[in-house]
């Protein structure tokens, strides 16, 4: 590391410690050639998810905006904020389980909805019919009837 300092490039580190609640490292060091010291911090490198828009405009990955449409999905259902949060999390991982720089929309929207199938019917439903853009009574038929078949 170089020294801000001098400008040369053979320093040591002299103390470590976890910061920022052990999601980076703190590192103390001291320059070799005019004994100056200085602080220095380390963290994971993490490359941004890009969500690819049904109107093809790309946007960063905001957990926020799936915790919204599940919230209004699952607004006066008997479900508790433990199972919200245990489906955005499941979701959630298996997002970046994909390994993907870029995901579509279409496929976060089908996670939620195959995970709300599972959890509530009513939620699955309020979920799709928003997602899904129901135009008209039948196409939400269509989909209840898919519900009660299964």
């Known amino acids: 590391m170089k020294c801000p300092f001098c400008g040369h490039e053979n320093t040591r580190v002299i103390d470590s410690r976890p910061a920022e ?18 602080t220095t911090y380390e963290k994971i490198e993490t490359i941004p998810l890009i969500v690819i828009k049904k109107d093809n405009n790309r946007e960063v990955y905001d957990r926020a905006k799936i915790e919204a449409g599940v919230l ?57 019919s928003v997602y899904r853009e129901f135009k008209d009574i039948n196409t939400f038929m269509d989909e209840l009837k898919k519900v009660l078949d299964k």
């Not at 720089?101 to 996670?111: A, R, T, V, W």
């Open 21 to 38: 609640e052990n999601n980076s490292i703190r590192r103390r060091r001291v320059c070799d050639e005019c004994s100056k010291r200085f």
């Open 72 to 128: 209004r999905a699952c607004h006066k259902r008997p479900i508790s904020a433990l199972q919200i949060n245990e489906l955005i999390e499941e979701v959630e991982n298996q997002i970046f389980n994909m390994e993907e720089k870029e995901i579509s929309s279409d496929i976060i929207g089908e996670l939620v909805m195959d995970k709300l199938k599972n959890l509530d019917a009513v939620a699955y439903v309020r979920f799709a």
